[in-house]
């Protein structure tokens, strides 16, 4: 059975360094980050942790959603809004960006159109409702509590919203889920069960959802906003936590070309993997993340000598960052001549939407002619020796590449992409 | 009063504070009907809020003011715990009406003081 062509045909983003095509790429160029030291996470007790980052010109401190403010005009009902959350609000956005670019409109999101969606749900919401319970009892909880807070809110409240009637369907594998949404619809387009899929990551990225992992020393402990997020570097401490959604419209080259859309970048395949190792940390030898990149170039047929440029996943904690740098030369020996390099650097670390948001900053930098540095990388880590590791842009006009995701229990998803 | 229900009457339209207060203390019907309204037009779409402020005994909950039974469930525990009263599942549930639900209120105050 032959595969359909699967490509991409929008992009939505709204992360902390933008949320135009316009202001991402000014700061992708220009290499600006948006870390800053917010009081939220200082106020805790015990907390070493001061570096975060926001969304620009988006407020969702309310916890009620009417409050929210956003740069795009919305016409959300209040019943809407009552069922909505830090996350589904970016992605709303991200989404109405996304389909418009692929120029697509609200009667082709029918039965032809899927969704895929990848959120741990919200957890500052299941904390609100949790103290609700406590305080008021059960029937002084918000109705609406639920619906807006648990893992799938995402994937119903954005049906609802676009009136998508085909497949729909969540993913959770920790900082890997938007990889796995992206390669699952792949599988799906491929084999022809679906013209179209919308696939949307999304993170609320506030104090709750991110301040969990100190304890794990797992967040960066630096207190300078300019080196809190050091992704390869020797002087690293840990990731910097970011909310924030990202839309990639997928559909088959065949729907694509019926309608006359334009294609920005072409999907040939996918490889993913377990570790089998440990619940949290991933294995040392990142032995699962080597087999998910074997699987991506299988399967998209990629010779590995014609890959142009790797975006890594390199959050900036030691032991991950180590296990990556191990797979890839696991793979590609020890001095492969493609340039590598984590945009985490400039965006912090966007747990289950860091795939998908890696992806649109891939494609919109390639489509721009440059492919992005690592900032900030002043100290190479020793074990990276071999491998081209630029901190500044280069201009190489790179179109092939691939993008690695590792989440907890080393769920390693490697996707593989192409410029037309 | 809990932090919720002030947060309602924060946001519900301006008087709608003012005549839970009226009520309780004079317990005048025309009262109660201007602070249940306040609390409905706090929770629908202001695009309804001329059919409310028109509604009649016959207005329809769902059709004509666009209320959904989770929607009803914020507006019936604002009521509940402004009114201090208790309002049954099974009979709130089948309340159609604008008319049906302020008669409703009305039995359950009594009931409650009684």
């Not at chain 1, 870390?35 to 980052?53: A, E």
């Not at chain 1, 389909?99 to 009667?107: D, F």
């Not at chain 1, 993913?171 to 599988?187: K, P």
């Not at chain 1, 797992?218 to 840990?238: C, V």
Request: negative net charge.
């Amino acid at each position: 059975m032959s595969l359909a062509k699967v490509v991409v045909t929008g992009i939505g983003v709204v992360s902390p360094i933008g949320h135009t095509t316009k202001s991402i790429l000014n700061n992708l160029r220009a290499q600006r980050h948006n870390f800053k030291r917010l009081s939220g996470y200082t106020d805790f007790k015990r907390s070493k942790i001061s570096i975060g980052t926001e969304i620009p010109d988006f407020d969702t401190h309310s916890s009620l959603s009417e409050d929210w403010t956003c740069p795009y005009p919305t016409s959300f009902s209040k019943d809407e809004l009552r069922s909505l959350n830090p996350h589904t609000y970016y992605a709303y956005q991200a989404t109405r960006e996304a389909i418009k670019e692929a120029r697509l409109n609200t009667n082709e999101l029918g039965e032809e159109t899927g969704l895929f969606t990848a959120s741990p749900g919200s957890i500052s919401n299941i904390y609100h409702c949790m103290e609700e319970l406590h305080e008021y009892g059960v029937n002084r909880t918000d109705p609406y509590g639920i619906v807006k807070s648990v893992v799938g809110t995402l994937s119903w409240n954005l049906s609802a919203l676009f009136k998508i009637k085909g497949s729909n369907c969540g993913f959770t594998s920790a900082c890997a889920s938007s990889s796995h949404a992206l390669g699952f619809a792949y599988d799906q387009i491929a084999l022809g069960r679906q013209d179209r899929i919308i696939v949307t990551g999304a993170e609320d990225g506030d104090v709750l959802g991110v301040l969990p992992f100190g304890i794990m020393r797992a967040l960066s402990t630096s207190d300078d906003p300019d080196s809190a997020s050091l992704p390869f570097d020797s002087r690293r401490s840990g990731f910097v936590g970011c909310g924030g959604a990202t839309t990639v419209v997928l559909e088959s080259a065949s729907a694509a070309a019926q309608r006359g859309v334009q294609v920005l970048a072409e999907f040939h395949g996918w490889g993913q993997s377990s570790d089998g190792y440990h619940p949290a940390a991933p294995i040392p030898e990142g032995i699962g993340l080597s087999r998910a990149i074997a699987g991506a170039i299988k399967s998209s047929g990629f010779k590995p000598d014609s890959i142009e440029y790797l975006n890594a996943h390199a959050t900036g904690t030691q032991i991950g960052d180590l296990a990556e740098i191990r797979a890839i030369k696991c793979i590609f020996g020890e001095s492969p001549k493609f340039p590598i390099s984590s945009t985490k650097g400039l965006t912090g670390h966007g747990l289950s939407y860091a795939g998908i948001l890696e992806i649109a900053l891939c494609i919109r930098a390639l489509s721009d002619g440059f492919t992005p540095g690592t900032a900030n990388l002043l100290e190479p880590d020793p074990q990276s020796q071999g491998l081209h590791l630029p901190k500044d842009n280069l201009e190489n006009g790179a179109r092939r590449f691939l993008s690695n995701s590792s989440g907890f229990g080393g769920a390693n998803v490697c996707l593989a992409m192409k410029l037309p | 009063m809990d932090k919720r229900l002030e947060d309602e009457l924060d946001r519900a339209p301006k008087g709608t504070r003012e005549a839970l207060s009226a009520f309780k203390e004079s317990g005048d019907l025309d009262q109660l009907e201007v602070f249940a309204k306040g609390i409905i037009a706090r929770n629908i779409d202001d695009a309804y809020a001329e059919v409310l402020n028109k509604a009649d005994d016959s207005t329809r909950m769902v059709d004509d003011l666009g209320i959904d039974s989770l929607t009803m469930l914020e507006i019936a525990m604002t009521f509940e715990d402004a009114l201090g009263i208790e309002l049954i599942d099974d009979e709130l549930s089948g309340i159609k009406t604008y008319g049906g639900m302020r008669e409703y209120l009305v039995e359950q105050i009594k009931i409650e003081s009684s």
